[in-house]
């Protein structure tokens, strides 16, 4: 685990191919097919050599939750438990592996059918109709989020729906964690020199740009929306601006620079939350020997 380009996908293949092993992603954004270049996904004839389960599972207009992820990922684990496989979780989706060593609220599953009564209220009424509607049933939760984040406004409304009971209230209630005992060895990779990393993550996107970005973007705007949750993470976002002619492209850059360097840092600061068995500094060279060493 650790933030973004420090090389944790060719250190996790690298061990996958050592140990006979299988890879489940847990990455926010990979998760979601034609989000290719944005999400620095790996090409495909590398995912068909080495394939990652939970990479390209749903569509860009799908609803995904951190509850979703852990429910997927813990059923992979089972899966290749069945199968007696060794397993390499890699990615930098923090509140996706807070989520397995340490459990999360017992709330329940995404509701199509409520969510789609929900989209059409939003249709209806606007977005400020549902936010009202959530402070008066839930005060608390209707606090912390911005009147105008319709994901979370309507996640909120179709938490109460469903149970009956706040969403404020249900987050404070831990569910059961059937990874609690598991022996989880944890490795790290981050920056050495800030510097040259933001200098790389610079490099990194004027390289997605050539890859085809904006018209990667132009293309989910055109069929889905430019609502859909996939557009607001790093890259995204700020490229949906520039096609908005909000700013220039140079300003793109830098604003897709500063953005994932941000991230990065928040990436760092939760790691200090998690038992980390080793942290490497990127472009060390001995990684894989070092954590061989470790399963033996």
């Known amino acids: 685990m650790g933030p973004t380009n420090t090389g944790k996908t060719s250190l996790a293949i690298s061990l996958a191919e050592k140990l006979d092993a299988e890879i489940i992603s847990v990455d926010?954004?990979?998760?979601?097919?034609?989000?290719?270049?944005?999400?620095?996904?790996?090409?495909?004839?590398?995912?068909?050599?080495?394939?990652?389960?939970?990479?390209?599972?749903?569509?860009?207009?799908d609803s995904y939750s951190v509850g979703n992820f852990r429910n997927d990922a813990i059923k992979t684990i089972n899966t290749l438990d069945e199968k007696n496989k060794n397993i390499i979780l890699v990615g930098g989706t923090m509140m996706y592996f807070n989520s397995l060593f340490k459990g999360i609220s017992d709330l329940p599953e995404n509701d199509l059918e409520i969510r789609r009564q929900l989209d059409a209220e939003e249709k209806k009424y606007g977005i400020n109709f549902l936010y009202q509607r959530l402070k008066k049933i839930d005060e608390e939760s209707a606090l912390k989020i911005?009147?105008?984040?319709?994901?979370r406004i309507k996640r909120s409304l179709e938490v109460f729906i469903k149970t009956g009971e706040t969403h404020s209230k249900l987050k404070k209630k831990i569910a059961f964690n059937p990874l609690e005992?598991?022996?989880?060895?944890?490795?790290?990779?981050?920056?050495?020199?800030?510097?040259?990393?933001?200098?790389?993550?610079?490099?990194?996107?004027?390289?997605?740009?050539?890859?085809?970005?904006?018209?990667?973007?132009?293309?989910?705007?055109?069929?889905?929306?430019?609502?859909?949750?996939?557009?607001?993470?790093?890259?995204y976002k700020q490229v949906v601006e520039y096609l908005e002619e909000k700013t220039s492209l140079e300003e793109m850059i830098e604003k897709?620079?500063?953005?994932?360097?941000?991230?990065?840092?928040?990436?760092?600061?939760?790691?200090?939350?998690?038992?980390?068995?080793?942290?490497?500094?990127?472009?060390?060279?001995?990684?894989?020997?070092?954590?061989?060493?470790?399963?033996?």
């Open 28 to 61: 926010s954004v990979q998760i979601y097919k034609y989000a290719d270049i944005g999400s620095n996904k790996l090409k495909p004839n590398l995912l068909k050599d080495h394939p990652h389960h939970l990479i390209n599972s749903i569509e860009p207009q």
């Open 146 to 151: 911005h009147k105008n984040d319709q994901q």
């Open 181 to 235: 005992n598991r022996n989880f060895l944890n490795f790290a990779i981050v920056p050495e020199d800030k510097k040259l990393f933001k200098k790389n993550l610079n490099a990194r996107f004027q390289m997605m740009l050539d890859q085809g970005l904006v018209e990667e973007t132009k293309f989910l705007i055109e069929k889905f929306s430019k609502n859909v949750k996939l557009l607001s993470s790093v890259g």
């Open 256 to 296: 897709a620079t500063n953005a994932n360097y941000q991230l990065s840092k928040r990436q760092i600061t939760w790691l200090k939350k998690f038992k980390i068995t080793e942290t490497f500094s990127t472009n060390q060279s001995n990684m894989v020997i070092k954590i061989l060493n470790y399963l033996e």
